[in-house]
C-alpha cells in the first residue's frame, strides 16, 4: 500500500504562452480528503484533469496510488471515481438503466444499480429520463455512475455548482458518507463552507500555483482574513510585495 493516495511532482501545463499551471507539488494522504480553491483560471480544473489523465502534463509527474498514467492506466482507471463539473449522460435513457449501464462498465449488475439508487435517494425517479431531471438530480446521478466501480479515490470538479441548497446538502452528505467508508476525496469548489465540510484541507490556487494550504480556520488565521475572497486579495498583494 501507498503512502499516497495522489502525488503531482513539479507538473507544469501550458497551452502557448499561457501557464495554466506552473509547477504544482501535491501531496494526498488515503483517506484524505482535499479541496482545491481558487477564482477562475486558478488552474484548479487543469490541474484535475492532469491527475484524472484526461491531458498530460508537459513537465513532471503524476502518480495515483504510486502508478503513473503512461504506463498503468488501466489500472488506475479501476481505482478512480471522477465527476466532471458539467456531466454528460445518456439522456433517452432512464435513471435505472444508466445506472445498470455504468456498473456493467465495471462487471455489476443490477444488485449494484439498486444499490446507488438507494445511495443517491433517486429511488422514485428510477424509471424517468435522465433529460428530464432536475440540476440537483442530475449532479446526484452523475455522482452515482461515478462510484459504480467503487473507488478508492474520488475526484469531482465543482460537484454542486448550480445546484439549490437542499440537493447541494444531499450531495455532501452522500461525499460524507463515502469519505467514512475511507475514500479519498480530491474537489475543485469555489464555496469555503464546503470544503470545510467535506475536507481535511484546503489548497489555495491562483495562476496554476499554490499561494497557501492547510485547514480553513489556520488559513484565515494566518492570513489575518475573514472571508475567501479577502485571503486571496491578501496573498495575492502579498506576493506582489515579495
Known sequence: ?????????????????????????????????????????????TLVEMIEGLIHPDEGEVLVEGLDWKHHATRIRGRLGTCLQDAKLPERLRVDETLVLFSSFHGRGKDRAEELLELVDLGASRKQLTGKLSGGQRQRLALACAIAGGPRILILDEPTTGVDPAARRQIWDILKALRAQGATLLLTTHFMDEAEFLCDRVVLLEHGRILEQGTVPELLERGGATSLDDLFLKLAGRRILE
Open 1 to 45: 500500500m501507498t503512502t499516497t493516495a495522489i502525488q503531482t511532482r513539479a507538473v507544469v501545463k501550458r497551452y502557448g504562452s499561457l501557464v495554466a499551471v506552473g509547477g504544482v507539488d501535491l501531496s494526498i494522504a488515503p483517506g484524505e480528503g482535499v479541496a482545491l480553491l481558487g477564482p477562475n483560471g486558478a488552474g484548479k480544473t
